[in-house]
Nanobody, 123 residues
Framework: QVQLVESGGGLVQPGGSLRLSCAASGRTFSTYAMGWFRQAPGKEREFVAAISWRGESTDYTDAVEGRFTISRDNAKNTVYLQMNSLKPEDTAVYYC????????????????WGQGTQVTVSS
């Protein structure tokens, strides 16, 4: 069992930055691929970024490529999402997820989910 707790969300102006963190419980964190997803009001949940269990491989949706960076620190049981050059369309609840399989953009392949953290980009 893995429990995930996101933090770091908030209100930021367009062009600003935020760093989200996702702290995981348990001693098996380093064996899980991790992903970030987001859901805006009235929209379906969508993939944002994913990272392999060792951190050597990452994947991003086109909308955030070059602006967001996913990373992980297995010693701290934490995965991060650095978000730069934020846009109003990045406004959403952001969720982290953990999965036993390879890092993937497909939500159903993740086994555990956090409760989410709100990110609002507005002037």
């Amino acid at each position: 069992q893995v429990q995930l707790v996101e933090s770091g969300g908030g209100l930021v102006q367009p062009g600003g930055s935020l760093r989200l963190s996702c702290a995981a419980s348990g001693r098996t964190f380093s064996t899980y691929a991790m992903g970030w997803f987001r859901q805006a009001p009235g929209k379906e949940r969508e993939f944002v970024a994913a990272i392999s269990w060792r951190g050597e491989s990452t994947d991003y949706t086109d909308a955030v490529e070059g602006r967001f960076t996913i990373s992980r620190d297995n010693a701290k049981n934490t995965v991060y999402l650095q978000m730069n050059s934020l846009k109003p369309e990045d406004t959403a609840v952001y969720y982290c997820a953990a999965g036993r399989g390879p890092h993937t953009p497909f939500g159903p392949e993740y086994d555990y989910w956090g409760q989410g953290t709100q990110v609002t980009v507005s002037s």
